[in-house]
């Protein structure tokens, strides 16, 4: 079994930062990929930026030269800095890592979610 734990969520000023991080634990071969998402009220979930191993990165045009995703291979963990944040960056904020267990299955898990909150 895999676990993923989130932190660094929370309210922030437009043009603030926030660091949000996500750590896996428990049966993990390798993490093949690590992302994040956010879902908006009353709105779909949608990709905001994902790296891989190898450290390749993909980021959404709406967050692009404002949030970078890194990753400590080391430690599981992904993170998601997140500078200049404007009100439509509220939501909740979740990470997924696509994991390679003992038995080189791979297997999709979500963390439990961080809420951020970009108001005056």
């Known amino acids: 079994q895999v676990q993923l734990v989130e932190s660094g969520g929370g309210l922030v000023l437009p043009g603030g930062s926030l660091r949000l991080s996500c750590a896996a634990s428990?049966?993990?071969?390798?993490?093949?990929?690590m992302g994040w998402y956010r879902q908006a009220p009353g709105k779909q979930r949608e990709l905001v930026a994902t790296?891989?191993?190898?450290?390749?990165?993909r980021t959404a045009n709406s967050v692009q030269g404002r949030f970078t995703i890194s990753r400590d291979n080391a430690k599981n963990t992904v993170y998601l800095q997140m500078n200049s944040l404007k009100p439509e960056d509220t939501g909740v904020y979740y990470c997924?890592?696509?994991?390679?267990?003992?038995?080189?299955?791979?297997?999709?898990?979500w963390g439990q979610g961080t809420q951020v909150t970009v108001s005056s």
């Open positions: 997924k890592m696509g994991i390679l267990t003992f038995g080189l299955r791979r297997i999709d898990y």
């Open positions: 428990g049966s993990i071969f390798t993490i093949v990929d």
């Open positions: 790296v891989t191993r190898d450290g390749s990165t």
